[in-house]
Structures are given as C-alpha cells and as structure tokens.
C-alpha cells in the first residue's frame, strides 16, 4: 500500500508499475507481489498485480475489486474504509476466499 501526493505527471500506471518494481514487491523469482497505490489529490487509485498472481488477480477482477470495495467508499470520503476494504478483498481472493464483486457489464 502507498500514498502518494502526486504522480508528477506520470500515468498511475507508469508509476505503479515503476514503484512495484523499485520497492522489489513480492517474492523474488515468483513475483507475486501486490501493490495498492492511492493518489487522493488526483482522485486516482491502482491495485498493481505481480506476473505471478495475474491468474488469480487479472486486471478485470481487480477492476471489480476497486468499484465495488474501494471507489465507492473513497467518495464518500471514507478513505481509510476504501483501503481496508480493497486489501481485505485481495487478501480474500488470494486465499481462494468468496467474494462479491458485480458482475461484468456486457
């Protein structure tokens, strides 16, 4: 988990995935590392996932994770909830654990 008070004008992703790699996130040669990066003066969040949980944690579901877990509560101003919320909602999805996410839109 990470906050930060700018991106500098770099993409969330951009800097996700940078600051995932500079940290050394996740086990090494198994890369299976989670990053959560909040950037609340821009209204910005990203979960980062490792090469090795991608198959448990693909960008859709991470996706669901954030609208479901995380957005609604962070506009509500209910920040450290959203972050509770999201991480414990990775940590159940990592563990096999249910969870409900809404389903896809089609």
Known sequence: MATV??????????YANRLFHE???GQKGVDNG???LV???ERRVRIEVG???EGVLPDGKTGAILDAYVIPKFKSGKFD???LGGVGALLSVVRNEPIELPR???
């Open 39 to 41: 950037v609340p003066s």
């Open 104 to 106: 896809p839109r089609l």
């Open 23 to 25: 940290w050394g996130i």
């Open 81 to 83: 909830e959203g972050v």
């Open 51 to 53: 090469y090795g949980l």
């Open 34 to 36: 989670v990053l959560v």
């Open 5 to 14: 008070t700018s991106l500098d004008g770099h993409s969330i992703e951009d």
